[in-house]
Nanobody, 125 residues
Framework: QVYLVESGGGLVKAGDSLRLSCVAS????????MGWFRQTPGTERESVAS????????SYADPVKGRFTISRDNAKNTVYLQMTNLKPEDTAVYYC??????????????????WGQGTQVTVSS
């Protein structure tokens, strides 16, 4: 069984930065892609960023391009989301997800096999 645990969320002001972390356990021995998604009440969960197993492939949603950076440390089974120049519209619960079939970048929600419990990010204006 794979478990994902996110951390690093919080309350910040517009223009501030935050770094989210997600540690995966139980996934050793598999080549997996990782992704970050976010969700606000009453809306569907939307993709934010994805990174391939090797880390050489990344993809970002348009609203976060140039501000967010996804990275990973496979030795620590950890994926990060560095968020800069945060905006109030970035306020959401952020979830990390793991895709264990291809290990390739994907922004498609249903291609992910495991999900974390989420961490709240609130950006005040």
């Amino acid at each position: 069984q794979v478990y994902l645990v996110e951390s690093g969320g919080g309350l910040v002001k517009a223009g501030d930065s935050l770094r989210l972390s997600c540690v995966a356990s139980g996934a050793t021995g598999t080549n997996y892609a990782m992704g970050w998604f976010r969700q606000t009440p009453g809306t569907e969960r939307e993709s934010v960023a994805s990174i391939s197993w090797s880390g050489s492939g990344t993809s970002y949603a348009d609203p976060v391009k140039g501000r967010f950076t996804i990275s990973r440390d496979n030795a620590k089974n950890t994926v990060y989301l560095q968020m800069t120049n945060l905006k109030p519209e970035d306020t959401a619960v952020y979830y990390c997800a793991l895709e264990e079939d291809s290990g390739l970048v994907t922004m498609t929600r249903w291609e992910y096999d495991y999900w974390g419990q989420g961490t709240q990010v609130t950006v005040s204006s």
